[in-house]
Each structure stands twice: as C-alpha cells, then as structure tokens.
C-alpha cells in the first residue's frame, strides 16, 4: 500500500539553490496539500488543491510554487531557496467526499537550507 | 482566514488519569469539519475524533471525546484512562467546506504521560 509519496526524504540545499520536492498519491483522491512544520508552529499550509487543475495559496505561500501535474501527483518547488525554508515538509490527501475525513500523510522531507 | 489556537504547548498527565488540551478556532463560516489528530515520534498522522459543526452532539470515540461549543468557537480534547501510548503531539484541525477543503492546523500540544 503506497498512499502517499514524496520525494527525496532528506536534501541539503546551499542558498539560491532551487528544487522540486515530489508527492504522488495511489488512492484517487482530489484534494492534496503542502505542509511545513516547524518547532513550536506547528503545521503551517504552504498550497493546497481541492482537485486537478486548481491550486490555492494557504498561510505560508511566499518562496513557493505549486503544480498540480495530474490529479495524482502535486509537486512544490523551492525556486531560490533561503535559510527559512528549513523544515519539514509534508505532503497530504484525501477524498473530497464529506465522508473523507481521514487525511493520508507522507513520511515527510526534511529539507536544510545552508 | 480561518485559523486555530492551541494554547498548551505542553500537558503532562499521570497515567489513568484524565486530561483536557485545548483548542479555539476563528472562522466566519457556518459549517465545516474539526478533527484532533495524534502525530507520535514517528511523524505518522492520525486521526483521533472529528466533528461536524452542524451536530450539537459532542463527538466520542472510546477513550476520547470532545467539547464543542460552537459559539464560543472552542474544541477541547478529553481523553479518559490515560495510557502510555497516548504520549504524542496532538494537533487541533479546522476544515473548511467553501475554500476548497482548505484544511488549518494549530500549533499542536505535546502530551507527556508519566507511568
């Protein structure tokens, strides 16, 4: 059982750098999410997409872009990253049926900016 | 915006005892979906309880159960019989119905339960 994918789990990144980090899910689901989380901050909402095609901001969108490619895959991109950006980050789905209450998480990725 | 508070960033409890971890919320919606999810060392999420704004009825599962009151904006998290496994962090979760299943965290609450 895949559920939700990301990738890498762990990346080093020297400022100005950019990247991608990757997050593929196998349950059909409509709605996904980028997360960060931080000591003491707990999750924060960096994008989100309720289905393919759509992206919205959410609390913390500055130094980020998203692409919803399909409706399996929604990739977040670091274009110059900045010490700021290290954290963790996850990626979440789940069904837009209102019966889909349970939110699959990934492993998360940590990523350090130096 | 919708946002959550979760104002105890640390709560430690004595095993079989009860504790209560707090949760309030700011939204100016009329419906939408709360949840309290575990998170343990693991990162894993998982979902305790949810409850749908629109039922009075205070949502319970086994061991745990909320207190919703829905003017006050408040979602408190009671867990009953305090085990060892409930030691994790516990994030309060707001769900929004008209933007786009926008979903909000608070900061979480490290639960501590000493044997």
């Known amino acids: 059982n895949a559920g939700v994918t990301q990738t890498p789990k762990f990346q080093v990144l020297k400022t100005g750098q950019s990247m991608t980090l990757q997050c593929a899910q196998d349950m059909n689901h409509n709605s996904m999410y980028w997360y960060r989380q931080d000591p003491g901050m707990g999750l924060r909402l960096i994008y989100y997409s309720a289905s393919e095609g759509t992206t919205d901001k959410g609390e913390v969108p500055n130094g980020y872009n998203v692409s919803r490619l399909n409706k399996r895959e929604f990739s977040l991109r670091l274009e110059s990253a900045a010490p700021s950006q290290t954290s963790v980050y996850f990626c979440a789905s789940r069904t837009n049926h209102n019966s889909g209450n349970t939110i699959y998480f990934g492993e998360g990725s940590w990523l350090t900016v130096v | 915006a919708q946002t959550v508070t979760q104002s105890q960033p640390e709560m430690s409890v004595q095993e079989a005892e009860t504790v209560t971890l707090s949760c309030t919320y700011d939204?100016?919606?009329?419906?939408?979906?709360l949840f309290w999810y575990k998170q343990p060392p693991s990162r894993q999420m998982i979902l305790v309880i949810r409850q749908e704004a629109y039922k009075q009825q205070n949502a319970t599962e086994n061991r745990f159960s909320v207190n919703f009151q829905k003017a006050a904006k408040s979602f408190s998290l009671k867990i009953s019989d305090s085990q060892l496994g409930d030691a994790a962090m516990y994030f309060c979760a707001y769900r929004s119905l008209e933007y786009g299943n926008k979903l909000v965290f608070g900061a979480g609450t490290i639960l501590r339960v000493k044997s």
């Open positions: 939204t100016s919606e009329s419906d939408y979906y």
